[in-house]
């Protein structure tokens, strides 16, 4: 790297206040989860993406989705335009996937809720 | 009139939790009473990730955590009503809640747990100056509009507030399709989680204005344009520092407060948490009354309330089964320099667990500090932090063998680490 980062994690609400150094070294962090995340900031950014599906349903008008794996964060208003496409059936239960491999990410857009009916 | 060992009021994260550890301790009799359609409490609203990660060990979105806790109860076969509005409670313990199919009912409880969550701060607390055209919105109320119904509230939305639901919606909106112009917050810090402010504002451009306020609201029928000021010590508007933006909506993340009022009416003592005394067991001062969740006090973290409503939980079961006397030696906990409020209020040396967890919240950004629990004077623990907030909640466990009596007050204070 070029130069070095002052970052605060965002892979729990304790936000840890990160250094990423020249070399990648990561300090700062209370857990392992810190030091993938500096060093991923600093690299190549990504982000879950939460959202909601249009549901034909009776008991809600929309299904909460999320994508499963981290994406790139600059892929983020893609994906939403591939979210904002479809619509879904009842029943969906948590973990169905709703999107395979979401504009080519390798990560698939799955629900987040059960909704039956 | 229906009888039942325990009744708990609210089926959040709070409810659940509290209803699967009094049956777990061995209560059998529950019912869980909940105003709205479903279990889950705010959660269902709540799309986003971020929880769990202490209580499950994996990042989960709200309803994926809350359905967690619903899966547990309908294992244990709690029984539970919906759309069910608790409207009263007595001393003598008698609940009465109403719904379409039973109408009117009313239940003798032996034992009663208050997780009725809290409410938002909304705009006529703070009397904003101008007009009152529509558009001006809490946000959770969008959150709701937003994630449970399908509609966006608007387009160019303008955020008061720099709590972590107006942080939270000022992303959602954003995705959606929304300008979001700003977020304003009076205060010189922000009110939300760090890691808000990087994935919620950062990522999407959103400028913060801290030591700002909306000034005034302008608008006809529906908002037309908001303007900001920058305030000065007291708070107040500084002339000749407006700004104005052309919006739609105005969305208020202005804070939240223990929807305590059910309990507020028999006359328990509430703490300065807004929600009620109680003890070491989530006990308040009526006997078999226990509260915990944000009915209590307003916490970050569901996995937080979860832990809390355990205790409860398990508390009602010992209760029920007559093993939670009451005392009379007693250690009062106070909120000393620094420091807004503390959970519990007092501690039963004789009934605690072998630690006792202190929550509270300091007042103010803080550096460089000790957080001091003194006992009758004298300084049993002593935590040395770096940076202390208070948006985010402490929780400090204190062994009970560090209380050299069963009687006298422990106070909770900052210091300031003094320069060498
Ligand atoms: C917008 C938002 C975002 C959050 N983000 C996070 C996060 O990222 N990570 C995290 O860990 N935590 C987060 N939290 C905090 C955490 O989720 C909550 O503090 C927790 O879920 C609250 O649980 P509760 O049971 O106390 O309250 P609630 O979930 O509000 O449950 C209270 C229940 O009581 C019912 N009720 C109220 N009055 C009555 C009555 N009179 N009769 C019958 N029923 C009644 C209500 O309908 C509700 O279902 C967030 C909270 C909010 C509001």
């Known amino acids: 790297m070029e130069k070095e980062y002052d970052l605060i994690c965002i ?14 070294n990561v300090t700062g962090n209370k857990c392992l989860r810190g030091v993938n995340y500096g060093k991923a900031e600093v690299t190549h950014p990504t982000r879950i993406v939460t959202s909601t599906v249009k549901i034909d349903s009776h008991e809600l008008a929309v299904c909460p989705v999320k994508t499963k794996d981290p994406i790139p964060k600059e892929k983020i208003f893609d994906i939403m335009a591939e979210i904002n496409k479809i619509s879904l059936k009842c029943p969906v239960h948590i973990g169905d996937v709703v999107i395979q491999n979401v504009c080519g990410t390798g990560s698939d857009i799955v629900a987040t809720r059960e909704i039956l009916q | 009139m229906k009888q039942k060992d325990l009744l708990i009021i609210g089926g959040g994260s709070a409810g659940l ?17 909940e105003k709205g359609p479903f279990l889950g409490g705010i959660l269902n609203q709540c799309v986003h990730n971020g929880f769990g990660l202490h209580e499950f060990k994996e990042e989960l979105t709200g309803p994926e955590f809350f359905s967690r806790l619903v899966d547990e109860v309908k294992e244990r076969h709690i029984e539970y009503v919906l759309n069910s509005f608790v409207t009263d409670l007595t001393k003598d313990k008698v609940v009465s809640y109403t719904n379409r199919e039973d109408g009117f009912v009313q239940v003798k409880a032996k034992a009663i747990i208050m997780s009725a969550g809290c409410y938002e701060r909304n705009a006529g607390a703070i009397g904003i100056p101008g007009d009152r055209p529509a558009g001006v919105i809490t946000a959770g109320q969008a959150q709701l509009y937003m994630n449970e119904y399908g509609y966006l509230v608007g387009k160019r939305v303008f955020i008061l507030g720099s709590g972590d639901i107006g942080l939270i919606m000022a992303r959602r909106m954003s995705l959606e399709g929304a300008k979001v112009l700003g977020v304003a917050e009076l205060m010189p810090y922000s009110n939300g989680l760090n890691r808000n402010i990087v994935q919620c504002l950062e990522d999407y451009n959103i400028p913060l204005y801290l030591s700002h306020t909306v000034s005034r609201v302008y608008g006809k029928s529906h908002l037309e344009k908001i ?29 939240l407060i223990p929807y305590n009022n059910l309990l ?21 001062k009526l006997d078999g009354l226990f509260s915990c969740g ?30 939670l006397p009451r005392h009379e030696e007693l250690i009062k906990v106070e909120p000393g320099d620094g420091v807004g409020y503390t959970v519990p209020c007092e501690i039963d040396l004789a009934n605690a667990e072998a630690v006792v967890p202190i929550k509270f919240r300091v007042r103010k950004p803080s550096k460089d500090v000790y957080l001091e629990f003194k006992f009758n004077g004298e300084t049993i623990r002593r935590i040395y932090k770096q940076t202390i907030i208070p948006s985010e909640m ?27």
């Open chain 2, 227 to 255: 303007e900001i000021s920058k305030v000065d010590d007291h708070m107040q508007p500084i002339p000749g520092t407006e700004m104005t933006f052309e919006c739609d909506t105005l969305m208020l993340s202005i804070g």
């Open chain 1, 11 to 24: 892979m729990c609400p304790n936000g840890c206040r990160l250094h990423v150094d020249k070399d990648l």
């Open chain 2, 394 to 420: 402490e929780i400090t466990p204190l062994k009970k063998e560090l209380f050299t009596s069963n009687t006298g007050l422990l106070t909770v204070s900052l210091v300031q680490k003094e320069a060498k």
């Open chain 2, 294 to 323: 944000n009915v209590l006090h307003v916490h970050d973290l569901a996995d937080n309330v979860v832990e809390e409503a355990k205790v409860a939980g398990k508390a009602a079961a010992q209760y029920l089964d007559g093993k």
């Open chain 2, 264 to 284: 507020n009416h028999i006359g328990l003592p509430t703490s300065r948490s807004r929600g009620a005394w109680v003890n070491e067991h989530m006990e308040t």
């Open chain 2, 17 to 33: 939790a509290a209803a699967v550890s009094a049956y777990d301790a061995g209560v059998r009799d529950i019912l869980i009473v």
